[in-house]
Nanobody, 121 residues
């Protein structure tokens, strides 16, 4: 199976920056897309950013120009650099990966445990 571990959340003032990291480990044959979702209190989980194994990225409209997603395929890690943070970015951020553990297994979606990001003065 695949385990995802996030790090880097915390409390930051509006306009500040944080960098989230996610590392995949376990029995991994290949990983397709990886990315980040977030869930604010009382709201549905929303997709924030994705990155393919070829490096193609997508960003949710509200974070374009502020967030950057990057990936290291050799280490099975992704990072989310978050700049110019706003109070509305406050949420639990979840890493995900579409991965398979053998050449003949189907891709499954795996999730991290989540890391809290709070933007407040």
């Amino acid at each position: 199976q695949v385990q995802l571990v996030e790090s880097g959340g915390g409390l930051v003032q509006p306009g500040g920056s944080l960098r989230l990291s996610c590392a995949a480990s376990g029995t991994i044959f290949s990983i397709n897309a990886m990315g980040w979702y977030r869930q604010a209190p009382g709201k549905q989980r929303e997709l924030v950013a994705t990155i393919s194994n070829g490096g193609k990225t997508t960003l949710e409209d509200s974070v374009k120009g502020r967030f950057t997603i990057s990936r290291d395929n050799g280490k099975n890690t992704i990072d989310l650099q978050m700049n110019s943070l706003k109070p509305e970015d406050t949420a639990v951020y979840y890493c995900y990966a579409a991965a398979r553990y053998s050449w003949n297994s189907a891709f499954s979606q795996y999730w991290g445990q989540g890391t809290q990001v709070t933007v407040s003065s």
